[in-house]
């Protein structure tokens, strides 16, 4: 059994959880209930109590649990446990984040060794030229870890400020209502696609950014708020919508006036597909494990 919290359903703010609460302490059952995004979330300790608040909330939408006055839910927020309050530092975002932040430090004053030892490919300098060698002879060598390493290198402040503060919005949630080791897969998975599909349309180039990972998470929040919006993960509609407008805008090269180099379209869409495909099969493993 978990000792850790997590968010086990999100429901809207008129549903009165009191009956639900009062179920589940009756069960000697560690729960607390907590207001975010505009949404009630009812907090758990151990996934094995999940078909048990299940079985609770269908008897609640049938009418058949009654509140009990000696229990009932204070109308001031619980307060935060212990646990809880220390994951509201997610671990693995932040080393994300601290990575990012190294790479783009190697960007800034690495002379090109360290670099050409991260980028997908093999980069080499001659004279005033880059070259880079194939992604299969790279892989010949050994070399597995380019396939993800990109992803820490950014190229400027803006790059590093812009994907650093997205990574943190939408990494951060995803953390702390699955798990870091949730995170660190979604993560290599969006990675993965980011950079082939990058690869795919650019051929052997020089690129990175967090931004592939980032349209990662953001392709696997839209799934949940679209197929299990129960279990969302509270980030508003519009800046999803932001996200796909931007994504958009950059494909059309708008952007590419304003940059130092050229927008990695490939690694985004890459990442939005991987994300979109991790989301589709967490909420179908999700939705089989409720039916059992």
Known sequence: MSNQWFCAER???????????????????????????????????????????????QAAGRGELEVDSELEIDSKPAPMPRVAKARQWPPVTLCLLVLSALGALLV????????????????????????????????????????LTPMFLHFDFFHLLFNSLWVWEFGRRIELQRSGLWLISLTLFASLGANFMQYAMSGPSLFGGM??????????????????????????????????????????????????????????????????????????????????
């Open 11 to 57: 429901l809207p703010l008129d549903v009165n959880l009191a009956p639900v609460i009062n179920a589940l302490r009756a069960r000697a059952i560690p729960c607390w209930v907590s207001e975010e995004a505009g949404r009630q979330c009812i907090w758990l300790q151990a996934q094995a109590h999940l078909p048990i608040l299940a079985e609770i909330l």
């Open 108 to 147: 800034e004053f690495d002379q090109g060794s360290t670099i050409a030892q991260l980028t997908f490919t093999e980069a080499r300098v001659r004279g005033n030229a880059l070259y880079f060698s194939d992604l299969a002879s790279a892989l010949e060598q050994g070399q597995w870890w380019r396939l």
């Open 211 to 292: 931004s592939g990972v980032l349209y990662g998470y953001v392709g696997y929040i839209l799934v949940w708020a679209r197929l299990w919006p129960a279990k969302s993960f509270g980030v508003a509609p519009g800046i999803l919508g932001f996200m796909l407008i931007w994504l958009v805008l950059c494909f059309t090269g708008a952007v590419d006036t304003f940059i130092d180099g050229e927008v990695a379209n490939g690694a985004h869409l890459g990442g939005l597909l991987g994300g979109l495909l991790f989301g589709f099969l967490d909420v179908l493993r999700a939705k089989l494990l409720a039916r059992n």
